[in-house]
Nanobody
């Protein structure tokens, strides 16, 4: 049984930082690309970042480039999202997903290629 579990969300002030973690079990973590998505109330889901199976490729939404950094530790079955210079518009539920294809395909941000999803962790940025 595959489980994807996010953690690290919380309430921080504008300009602050958070590091999200996502641990996946029941799958060959090292073979999967991992991605972060977010969804704010009343808005569509947005692809935030993606990292390929060997960390050779990373992708970011334009809205987070230069502020967020994705990384992974295959020995720990964990992917991280370091979020700096946070803004109120970053407030959302953040979801982690796994793609057995292993690479961040051109359509990764749509989420359609993801095989497994976590239940999310809430990030709230106060102004």
């Amino acid at each position: 049984q595959v489980q994807v579990v996010e953690s690290g969300g919380g309430l921080v002030q504008t300009g602050g930082s958070l590091r999200l973690s996502c641990t996946a079990s029941g799958l060959r973590f090292g073979n999967n690309a991992m991605a972060w998505f977010r969804q704010a109330p009343g808005k569509e889901r947005e692809g935030v970042s993606c990292i390929s199976w060997n960390s050779g490729t990373t992708r970011y939404a334009d809205s987070v480039k230069g502020r967020f950094t994705v990384s992974r530790d295959n020995a720990k079955n964990t992917v991280y999202l370091q979020m700096n210079s946070l803004k109120p518009e970053d407030t959302a539920m953040y979801y982690c997903a796994a793609d057995s294809l292993g690479v961040c395909a051109g359509t990764w941000a749509s989420g359609r290629g993801m095989d497994y999803w976590g239940k999310g962790t809430l990030v709230t940025i106060s102004s």
